[in-house]
């Protein structure tokens, strides 16, 4: 748990970004995957991941700091069907620039809903994503049986670039908080775990 994860700063432009240092992860998924949901859920902070979600502003990228030099980076959700070509652009403006110049960048944490996995858009993200260590989240897994879930594990290990890992998630039942956590914890330790 990160009790003490506070809201940094919403940036509208690289140049908004806070300062290159330390390790940061970066959360991404479709609007309505539960990445909100997900992110209060691993910090153990409800409502930390609307701190800054206010009308308009759900095209920023929010910057978290879990603990010092540690921050976790919730990118805009994608896929929103009501959301204009300009702003389609400007976001996949803002999220190249993300992925292209972040040294402190260290994993990613794909967040997909169990029942709709890897769509075009998820493709995407995860080829910004390459050669970062990344951890999916199938969300909403308890809307779904266990069966159904062992298939969309199999399904989505079988795509993913060899050392990236998935497992089930639900913010509602609890299902893989532990697991999650424990993944978020290891891609900000880059160099493994401190003695
Ligand atoms: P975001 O748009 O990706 O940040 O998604 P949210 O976290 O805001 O969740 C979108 C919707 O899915 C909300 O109505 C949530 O209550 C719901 N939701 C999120 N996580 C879960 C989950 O694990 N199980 C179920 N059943 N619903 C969820």
């Known amino acids: 748990m ?32 539960g990445k909100s949901s997900a992110i209060n859920t691993i ?10 979600r206010t009308p308009g502003r759900t095209q920023l990228i929010n910057f978290f700091e879990l603990e010092r030099g540690r921050r976790l980076v919730d990118l805009p ?7 204009s070509e300009t702003m389609r652009q400007y976001w996949r403006e803002l999220i ?7 040294r402190s960048l260290a994993g990613v944490v794909l967040i997909m809903d169990a029942r709709h996995p890897l769509k075009d858009l998820d493709r ?13 989240l199938l969300t909403k ?11 969309a594990l199999a399904t ?20 893989g908080g532990d697991e999650a956590r424990l993944a978020v914890a290891g891609l900000l330790r880059p160099e493994g775990p401190v003695a």
């Open 2 to 33: 990160y009790e003490n994860a506070r809201f940094l700063l919403s940036a509208a432009s690289p140049g908004d970004f806070p300062l290159d240092e330390g390790v940061e992860i970066a959360f991404a998924g479709r609007s309505n995957s």
């Open 43 to 52: 910090t153990g902070r409800r409502g930390l991941a609307r701190t800054s």
């Open 77 to 83: 959700g994608y896929g929103y069907a009501k959301v």
């Open 96 to 102: 190249s620039a993300y992925f292209a110049g972040r």
């Open 124 to 136: 995407r993200l995860l080829e910004h994503a390459h050669g970062l260590t990344v951890h999916v």
């Open 141 to 151: 897994a308890d809307k779904i049986g266990r069966d159904e879930g062992a298939r």
């Open 156 to 175: 989505v290990r079988r795509e993913l670039a060899p050392g990236a890992t998935v497992q089930l998630f639900s913010a509602l039942s609890g299902l």
